[in-house]
């Protein structure tokens, strides 16, 4: 009689279990004050894309000028390149496109890193 007791009381036990760790993931993804260990590197990320991007576009804009002669124009040209460049490569990263090539769609979620096909 204790057998069907205890059977009983693992099996509610391990619903409670399973719907106090759901209710703490959902408030851990939606407002909790301890961020995740993936956004500083998510962050990181987002600003390293965009100083290298505008870097590159203004190093390759300084060079062209010096070898055509076409002082400051390609600079700027290349600056404006490198900016639109570095933001839209934020905007695939955040819209979880930032490793997919061509029409096969894939969904990742950024906290995770786990991928889905």
Known sequence: MNEGNNSQSEED??????????????????????????AKGLAFRIGTELVVAVFV???????????????PWLLI??????NASGLWNVFRLTNNQSSTIGFQKRTRHLWDGNEKK
Do not use: Y
Not at 13 to 32: V, Y
Not at 64 to 71: P, R, S, V
Not at 77 to 82: A, K
């Open 13 to 38: 036990f391990d619903a409670r279990l399973r719907r106090a760790r759901d209710i703490e993931g959902m408030q851990n993804c939606e407002g909790s004050s301890v961020p995740h260990p993936e």
């Open 57 to 71: 576009g203004g190093a390759i804009g300084f060079f062209l000028d010096h070898w055509l002669n076409t002082k």
């Open 77 to 82: 040209v290349f600056l404006l390149l490198g």
